[in-house]
């Protein structure tokens, strides 16, 4: 089947930065969209941002401006690039990929998770 991984979370003062990557392995035969969601204590998992094997790109509109979302076609890996953090960016951050596996079935799959806490 298909496996993804998350890294690149931690703790950052508000203004600072992090990259989260996600790496996508297994019976791949191609992903179209990937995404990056993120789901706060006590609050509904939501779309941060979306980008297509094309890189066309879409961002909720509290992050337009300060995220970035790209992806390695080759590697398989998305990233988003997280820059002016604010406490509210606090959450756990999971990446959603459509996968195409080599089966010749289609599913979205997710990764676990990685941990983004903004404080001072």
């Known amino acids: 089947q298909v496996q993804l991984v998350e890294s690149g979370g931690g703790l950052v003062q508000p203004g600072g930065s992090l990259r989260l990557s996600c790496v996508a392995s297994?019976?791949?035969?191609?992903?179209?969209?990937m995404d990056w969601y993120r789901q706060a204590p006590g609050k509904q998992r939501e779309l941060v941002a979306g980008i297509t094997s094309g890189g066309s790109t879409n961002y909720a509109d509290s992050v337009k401006g300060r995220f970035t979302i790209s992806r390695d076609n080759a590697k398989n890996t998305v990233y988003l690039q997280m820059n002016s953090l604010k406490p509210e960016d606090t959450a756990v951050y999971h990446c959603?990929?459509?996968?195409?596996?080599?089966?010749?079935?289609?599913?979205?799959?997710w990764g676990q998770g990685t941990q983004v806490t903004v404080s001072s």
């Open positions: 297994g019976s791949i035969f191609r992903i179209n969209v």
């Open positions: 959603n990929a459509d996968v195409f596996v080599v089966d010749g079935t289609r599913r979205h799959y």
